[in-house]
């Protein structure tokens, strides 16, 4: 079936039976005007320009598509080409929605953001997007999580972010996002709630992946430009919810010749294997229709909606939800879904390192080893891979635990 990004959603944010905003009538009514608002200003000129200049000035984009000339040779089968989402400023296409949310916030007379993060990356994204729009900043982060990613805590302190430890539960991303909505439920008038991914009620899917629409953009032209006009074969991406995916895939979806694969978190399992409950994070293979976050989407969920435990190397996939527009890509078979175990995103992880001297980050290394592993039977294809961030907080980790 032919998708157009530009159709999608309708005009109560959804795509097919997924999306949507299940929140409190007074709730509800917020994300309301904040959808019209958005939907207002998505396409004027003033705020098209500003965005850019900040993309251009402070990210560093456009980031550069790199030929993974020397993986490619090692593998012998299809050429591997690299989005190189690392290189934006703070390490990741994070920053993509991060700065354009704090633009909107801004535009919309808002003057504190509160959001939640699991292994930091959006808390450190947004704790920049705050310095550099003059906001307040509060993070809300796990306590086991704010152990083990302790540089990140560092690095928003270091930017004027407040950070709020939660003890609750688990101590992971789950139990932030309780606390810090339930705060931002208490002040909402004042503040800005940026969801880290492309999930969430509605109009917020959809404002990330056109916030996101940039790499899939640029990486269209740079990948023409350096093949004499051509198209890659087969485009990829990790999805935890969906960001870095749906802003690469959004700018080849439209032909229908090239295909679309999403990596998503096999964590401690096998292929083939009977489902583990704890041990993966993905929810496009063992996930069910759920309403879960105030939106309809697959989850890892009990039929009410509680979220089940999650589980992946990767801290960024290490999350029970899946995008609403992923979820139906998936359901009409635009986009096809591969898990990928902690193993083989280590062993992507060492691999690209070593061949090109790039070390990814763990959520990026899914993509990549799903590319390595079709590489080999596809010769004479071209692979474009979202290399959504780098590694380096991940060294420490992988060094402890899988060193080689
Ligand atoms: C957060 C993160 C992801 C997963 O989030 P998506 O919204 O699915 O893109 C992937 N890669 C990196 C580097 C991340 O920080």
């Known amino acids: 079936m032919k998708y157009s990004i ?3 959603p309708d005009k109560n944010g959804f795509y097919g039976k997924y999306g949507g905003s299940f929140l409190s009538p007074e709730m509800n009514e917020e994300f309301q005007r904040i959808n019209d608002f958005y939907q207002r200003i998505r396409n004027d000129a003033e705020f098209i320009d500003e965005l850019k200049y900040i993309r251009k000035h402070y990210q560093g984009r456009p980031t550069p598509i790199t030929f993974a000339k020397n993986l490619t040779d090692k593998l012998g ?7 190189r989402e690392d290189l934006n400023h703070t ?11 704090g633009l909107v916030a801004k535009k919309m007379g808002k003057t504190k953001i509160i959001a939640d993060t699991g292994a930091g990356q959006h808390g450190v994204a947004m704790a920049a997007a705050a310095a550099y729009f003059g906001m307040e900043c509060d993070i809300y982060m796990g306590k086991i999580d704010a152990e083990k990613e302790a540089p990140n805590v560092d690095r928003m302190k270091i930017m004027g972010t407040n950070v709020i430890v939660v003890e609750d539960g688990a101590g992971k991303l789950i139990d932030a996002a309780a606390a810090s909505f339930a705060a931002y439920e208490k002040d909402y008038e004042r503040c800005f709630y940026p969801i880290g991914s492309a999930l969430g009620p509605a109009p917020i899917p959809q404002m990330v992946r056109d916030f996101q629409s940039i790499v899939g953009k640029e990486a269209r032209e740079q990948f023409a430009e350096m093949t004499d006009g051509k198209m890659p074969n087969k485009v990829i991406a990790v999805v935890g919810g969906g960001s870095n995916a749906m ?3 959004s700018g080849f979806i439209d032909n229908d010749d090239i ?4 990596a998503e978190a096999l964590g401690k399992m096998r292929e083939g294997e009977e489902e583990r409950v704890g041990e993966h994070a993905a929810t496009a293979t063992f996930g069910e229709f759920r309403t879960m976050s105030g939106f309809k989407s697959l989850a890892l ?5 509680t979220p089940k435990p999650a589980y992946s190397v990767a801290s960024g996939l290490d999350y029970p939800g899946l995008g609403p527009e992923l979820a ?10 591969n898990a990928i175990n902690d193993e083989e995103a280590i062993d992507a992880f060492y691999d690209l390192s070593k061949a090109e001297g790039i070390i990814p980050a763990l959520e990026s290394s899914h993509a990549l080893a799903l590319a390595m592993k079709m590489a080999p039977s596809h010769p004479g294809e071209t692979f474009l891979v979202n290399l959504s961030g780098r590694g380096d907080k991940d060294i420490e980790f992988v060094l402890n635990n899988f060193d080689k």
Do not use: T
């Open 247 to 249: 802003g690469l895939f």
């Open 301 to 305: 969920a009990e039929e009410d909606g």
């Open 6 to 8: 530009n159709d999608f």
């Open 328 to 337: 139906y890509l998936k359901e009409i078979g635009r986009i096809k879904f």
């Open 91 to 101: 390490g990741a296409h994070k920053l993509n929605h991060a700065m354009a949310y």
């Open 77 to 83: 089968g299809a050429a591997i080409y690299l989005k």
């Open 259 to 262: 295909e679309l694969l999403a």
